[in-house]
């Protein structure tokens, strides 16, 4: 009997032992999102202000009337106000909590609510506040402060338009048993407020620490501030209510904020096929209802060439931002086939993120939080990007986004709203300092810039009124060491670039600093008809460039800017200054220049057969031979690596592109346009400066990071191989998403091995198949994501040249030439590691700064005076 009683107690031990390690290894791999028990919070405070009687929400939530909670409240007013139906425009909560808004406190002095906390750690405090029609006050003029004990929260806040609903949601860590809200009406106005809520949060809501933007540090502490949450966006899907969500947070959909909708599509699968990871995101951090949605890049032709999906809203430019960016993989339909970018405000935050990585599961949740220093708030917006990852070996390019909270950082005086603390101290001694000091010295400047005024007044020539040049005498006096210069002769007249003499426009002392001689308006006029549109023969973006000819029969290219541009003004200084100091071969030569009238007028030498671009496609212009589109590219690689390197101060090119590179009636290439162009730094490894240059030509890693450097010309310079190989725009929007970057699409292909079919058919059949790849890999090298990794210009001529050997020798017959031993070539080659193979190099340089070769296929680079 004994033994019949034991049996069934051993076996149901072993079933439940059993199931106990089922839960245990499942626990291990994923939470089923519909297996977490709602969330009950310890300390719960609802409030419904106001109202004489308790409210019951549609989703559960009951808020006590405000006599039932007038024990939490210390005044010496009783002022309430209540409507049956309100009106409004819009409202950006959940339609649940209209009953919120129909009832209000009137708070006509300092006021405060006190609450017990029964567990210390993280609190939601959630107000509502809408003007309700009152006989006595007008609650549209209120304006009010609301703080805690060490943080504020509105500083002289109020509602203007009594059909507008506004929520404001915080959350904080309270430390003590007790937690107040003071409410301070300003002088001669009064407070209100409609529904108040003050309610636990779980620990792991927040972390202490969060990547920063750009990627690569840490911010720790984040539990010393308080947050106010600005954006809780659904992705993707509609409006989440606090009925489905453990925390009673509302969730909007994100369509208002999405900048480029058409890009975009929804994807979305049921709730409860999202699955949790037990060491990642929880129910708590977002209800399965936000990753069961998602926006995915449109698979539809775009006209835009946007390659991301974006969001942007409109925030506090004072304040640091946590960005929490929710990520489900539901469009995938294996792992390892969804890699893809994200950016804060075009800044990488993640390079190349990988969900199935970190999840090793699809439909699974995935959260990460990003802080957005104040710094990097640009126009007061925060604008959040996802794009696919170039060189990325993936499936379809594509990127997704599931859920954003944009999540304001209480700043280093506590408060969230100014730059007053509680105690009304300023926002940092150190920042009003900073402000003073910066007025203090513009007040200074001012007061130079005045003085030099009425000096230059006072030495004012007596004719000055017959002038009408833009840079006469108002212009700032210059020391002699500048490229400007002044002068007090009467026989003189003033100019930007110092003063010059009135006989036949030149100017010796421009041709002792070596900016080129000074022309007059007049002849400039003459020689290209006055400027007769019939002589345009380009237009950029300083202006139109005119076909002028000379008394003398001379041609000349005249480059006019657009007058009264300030940005032409900068480029037309910076283009005379850095061509006074260039002779080469292949760089466009400045002739000279005049400034009379307002005007702005660049004089070059003439280039007879115009921009490289109009000899491949878009012109009727015959299409250049393989041969002589490597010749050309070779011209231009030069020109640029004498830029690099040949110059006394290195030089960056900043807007490489085949407009720029223009070809002679020998199609001699030489490099033009250097209205953008700055001095490479001596010391540093870049320039910190405004993104410029031209789309589809421009360095991504200059783009992100806004550092300059010589590897920027490089990745420009490798587009410009791409084009001249495939003879199309670098972006046509009007091809498929895939196809619309020609540099992306032409790697895309070579990796497929299937470059040959888009390859300009004028070319494809006369390509060695040798001079193809190292010309293909030489511009693919150009091309690497990071400037470390890309060659130098000296590298990339040596390919070029090389290439060209490599086409020559195939169309040549053969001969008996003895064979080269280090490379099995026939020619004599200087490798870039500087070994010479096959005897004497043959080189020397020339005196007007370029290299002179005897070979006519190579420029031995290394012997190359470098700066």
């Given amino acids: 009997m004994e033994g019949r009683q034991n049996w069934p107690i051993s076996s149901l031990s072993l079933l439940l032992l059993f199931n106990l390690l089922f839960i245990l290894v499942n626990s291990t791999s994923a939470i089923d999102s519909s297996s977490v028990a709602a969330y009950t919070p310890p300390d719960n405070y609802l409030i419904d202000c106001g109202s004489p009687q308790d409210t019951k929400l549609d989703d559960g939530r009951t808020f006590k009337s405000d006599s039932a909670s007038r024990s939490y409240l210390e005044t010496n007013e009783d002022v309430q106000t209540s409507v049956d139906y309100i009106s409004v425009k819009g409202f950006s909560v959940s339609s649940s909590a209209l009953p919120l808004f129909r009832s209000a406190r009137i708070l006509k002095a300092v006021s405060k609510y006190t609450f017990y906390i029964t567990r210390p750690g993280w609190h939601w405090v959630r107000f509502y506040f809408h003007p309700l029609p009152h006989p006595v006050y007008d609650l549209t003029s209120a304006v009010f402060s609301i703080t805690t004990d060490e943080v504020v929260l509105l500083h002289d806040f109020f509602v203007k338009d009594n059909s507008t609903l506004v929520f404001k949601e915080y959350l904080f860590n309270v430390s003590g048993d007790r937690f107040s809200l003071l409410f301070k009406p300003k002088e001669r106005s009064y407070a209100f407020i409609n529904a108040i809520e003050v309610v636990s949060a779980p620990d792991g809501l927040i972390s202490d620490s969060a990547s920063t933007v750009p990627q690569g540090g840490t911010l720790n502490g984040l539990f010393q501030h308080a947050f106010e949450v600005c954006y809780r966006l659904n992705v993707g899907g509609p409006t989440i209510t606090p009925m489905n969500d453990t925390l009673s947070r509302t969730w909007l959909p994100d369509t208002p904020y999405n900048v480029f909708p058409q890009g975009a599509q929804n994807a979305s699968i049921m709730p409860s096929a999202v699955k949790y990871q037990q060491s990642g995101a929880t129910p708590y951090i977002a209800p399965s209802w936000v990753y069961a949605t998602a926006d995915e890049m449109a698979e539809s032709e775009t006209l835009q060439p946007n390659f991301n999906l974006t969001w942007q809203m409109n925030v506090d430019p004072g304040f640091s931002y946590l960005i929490r960016m929710h990520f489900c993989d539901i469009v995938s339909q294996a792992l390892n086939d969804l890699y893809f970018n994200v950016y804060i405000n075009s800044m990488m935050s993640?390079?190349?993120?990988?969900?199935?990585?970190?999840?090793?599961?699809?439909?699974?949740?995935?959260y990460t939080d990003f802080v957005l220093n104040a710094s990097s708030i640009r126009n007061g917006s925060v604008r959040v990007q996802v794009g696919p990852a170039s060189g990325m070996q993936s499936g379809i390019p594509n990127a997704i986004l599931n859920g954003l909270e944009v999540i304001k950082i209480s700043n280093s005086v506590r408060s969230l709203d100014g730059l007053f603390g509680v105690d009304g101290s300023s926002g940092g001694g150190r920042t009003m300092k900073i402000v003073a000091g910066v007025g203090l010295a513009m007040a200074v400047t001012a007061m130079l810039l005045l003085a030099i005024?009425?000096?230059?007044?006072?030495?004012?020539?007596?004719?000055?009124?017959?002038?009408?040049?833009?840079?006469?005498?108002?212009?700032?006096?210059?020391?002699?060491?500048?490229?400007?210069?002044?002068?007090?002769?009467?026989?003189?007249?003033?100019?930007?670039?110092?003063?010059?003499?009135?006989?036949?426009?030149?100017?010796?002392?421009?041709?002792?600093?070596?900016?080129?001689?000074?022309?007059?308006?007049?002849?400039?006029?003459?020689?290209?008809?006055?400027?007769?549109?019939?002589?345009?023969?380009?237009?950029?973006?300083?202006?139109?460039?005119?076909?002028?000819?000379?008394?003398?029969?001379?041609?000349?290219?005249?480059?006019?800017?657009?007058?009264?541009?300030?940005?032409?003004?900068?480029?037309?200084?910076?283009?005379?200054?850095?061509?006074?100091?260039?002779?080469?071969?292949?760089?466009?030569?400045?002739?000279?220049?005049?400034?009379?009238?307002?005007?702005?007028?660049?004089?070059?030498?003439?280039?007879?057969?115009?921009?490289?671009?109009?000899?491949?496609?878009?012109?009727?212009?015959?299409?250049?031979?393989?041969?002589?589109?490597?010749?050309?590219?070779?011209?231009?690689?030069?020109?640029?690596?004498?830029?690099?390197?040949?110059?006394?101060?290195?030089?960056?090119?900043?807007?490489?592109?085949?407009?720029?590179?223009?070809?002679?009636?020998?199609?001699?290439?030489?490099?033009?346009?250097?209205?953008?162009?700055?001095?490479?730094?001596?010391?540093?490894?870049?320039?910190?400066t405004a993104v410029k240059g031209s789309f589809g030509y421009l360095d991504p890693e200059y783009f992100r990071r806004q550092q300059l450097t010589e590897k920027s010309d490089v990745y420009s310079f490798g587009v410009v191989l791409f084009e001249v190989l495939c003879a199309r725009p670098v972006l046509n929007p009007a091809l498929p998403r895939e196809q619309v970057n020609l540099a992306e699409w032409a790697m895309q292909c070579h990796r497929k091995g299937v470059l040959n079919k888009i390859i300009d058919p004028h070319i494809a059949g006369s390509i060695n198949e040798e001079s193809l790849k190292t010309y293909v890999e030489a511009a693919e090298k150009c091309l690497a994501e990071h400037g470390v990794d890309r060659p130098g210009m000296g590298d990339v001529l040596w390919n070029l040249e090389y290439a060209l050997q490599l086409q020559e020798t195939s169309s040549q017959p053969q001969t008996d030439l003895p064979e080269d031993k280090c490379t099995g070539h026939i020619t004599a080659l200087e490798k870039p590691n500087g070994k010479v193979c096959g005897g004497d190099s043959g080189v020397s340089v020339g005196d007007d700064s370029q290299v002179t070769v005897t070979s006519p296929l190579f420029s031995q680079i290394e012997n190359f005076q470098g700066r």
């Avoid at 993640?350 to 995935?366: E, M, P, Q």
């Avoid at 690596?641 to 090119?653: E, M, N, P, R, V």
């Fill in 350 to 366: 993640v390079s190349g993120l990988d969900l199935s990585s970190i999840n090793n599961a699809l439909s699974t949740a995935y």
């Fill in 453 to 688: 005024v009425c000096i230059r007044w006072q030495q004012r020539p007596r004719d000055w009124e017959k002038r009408n040049s833009f840079s006469s005498w108002l212009l700032p006096l210059h020391t002699s060491q500048s490229f400007f210069s002044t002068s007090r002769s009467s026989s003189r007249r003033s100019s930007m670039f110092g003063s010059r003499t009135s006989k036949s426009g030149y100017s010796s002392n421009f041709s002792n600093q070596g900016l080129g001689r000074y022309f007059s308006f007049s002849e400039l006029q003459n020689a290209t008809q006055n400027f007769d549109e019939k002589a345009v023969i380009g237009v950029g973006g300083f202006g139109k460039v005119y076909l002028g000819v000379f008394e003398d029969g001379t041609k000349m290219a005249i480059k006019r800017g657009n007058p009264g541009s300030e940005q032409g003004i900068n480029e037309f200084q910076t283009e005379i200054q850095m061509l006074s100091m260039l002779r080469h071969r292949h760089l466009v030569s400045l002739v000279g220049f005049s400034d009379e009238q307002s005007e702005m007028i660049l004089v070059y030498e003439y280039m007879a057969n115009g921009p490289l671009r109009d000899h491949i496609y878009g012109s009727k212009k015959a299409p250049l031979s393989w041969k002589q589109r490597l010749e050309v590219c070779i011209g231009a690689a030069r020109g640029l690596h004498y830029l690099h390197t040949g110059a006394a101060q290195g030089i960056i090119h900043r807007d490489v592109k085949t407009t720029n590179i223009l070809v002679d009636e020998n199609l001699v290439a030489k490099v033009s346009d250097f209205g953008l162009s700055k001095a490479a730094p001596m010391e540093q490894q870049y320039v910190s």
